[in-house]
């Protein structure tokens, strides 16, 4: 079974997140599995499946700066895009690997990432820390890391997010390419020296100045066939 892969795109968030939520059905019903990354042609505020819009966002503030608060059909907490490089994978139950979880299939984007990275001669780790998400009070996706996701200098690189249908399962990952801070804290009532401690962009380990998007992309969907086609033929 192969993999559709779609083209690189630039779109609202409102279209970003129903698009994903669209080829999931599509893959729930069809069997057709997906592979897409995206950008964001303005600020927007993704938040979890099951979580709240509430007092932890400053919500009159994003009115004012007509920055959209979208849910996400995967669960976590809030991510404030701006400048970054999203990816959707949309795996159907039929892509031929044996006891395909939601635990699998993140841990098979994830590497496929890390390997992405890697080649680009980033400096970063996988974290072995597991704890029950559930119990996380922070409104902020990136103010924790769990169990195999991507640091960089001891701070959350990527955010990742899953959901599972009965035939098929969408992983939705993140990674800012730069971050305003001050804006950041200012969406979700806080301070910025607090947030520059617990995650960071990709400019704080790579050069952008000659980073090619669609080729990152391109190695990314090359690192997941491989991927792919290991578990596979393992």
């Known amino acids: 079974m192969k993999i559709k892969h779609l083209e690189y795109g630039v779109f609202s968030g409102i279209e970003n997140m129903a698009e994903?939520?669209?080829?999931?059905?599509i893959s729930e019903n069809q069997g057709i599995s997906f592979f897409r990354c995206y950008g964001w042609c303005a600020?927007?505020?993704t938040i979890g499946h099951h979580q709240k819009i509430d007092n932890t966002i400053n919500i009159q503030f994003c009115q004012n700066k007509k920055i959209d608060i979208i849910k996400r059909p995967t669960g976590g907490k809030a991510i404030f895009h701006n400048n970054d490089f999203t990816f959707a994978v949309i795996l159907n139950k039929n892509i031929a690997i044996e006891n395909l979880t939601l635990q699998n299939a993140y841990a098979l984007v994830n590497t496929a990432l890390f390997q992405?990275?890697?080649k680009f001669s980033c400096a970063i780790e996988i974290i072995?820390?597991?704890f029950d998400r559930n119990k996380?009070?922070?409104p902020i996706c990136f103010n924790y890391s769990y169990n195999h996701e991507i640091i960089a200098n001891d701070k959350k690189l990527v955010g990742i997010a899953q959901r599972r249908l009965k035939n098929a399962a969408l992983i939705q990952g993140n990674i800012h390419l730069t971050i305003d801070f001050d804006l950041y804290a200012k969406?979700?009532?806080?301070d910025k020296e607090p947030l520059?401690?617990?995650f960071c962009a990709l400019s704080e380990i790579l050069d952008l100045s000659n980073f090619d998007i669609l080729k990152f992309e391109k190695v990314f969907f090359e690192k997941f066939r491989e991927m792919l086609d290991y578990k596979r033929n393992k």
Request: charged share 40%; hydrophobic share 35%; aromatic share 12%.
């Open 20 to 25: 994903d939520w669209r080829l999931l059905e």
């Open 43 to 45: 600020p927007a505020i």
């Open 116 to 118: 992405t990275l890697k």
């Open 128 to 130: 072995e820390k597991s």
């Open 136 to 138: 996380i009070k922070d």
């Open 187 to 190: 969406i979700f009532y806080t």
């Open 196 to 198: 520059k401690s617990k």
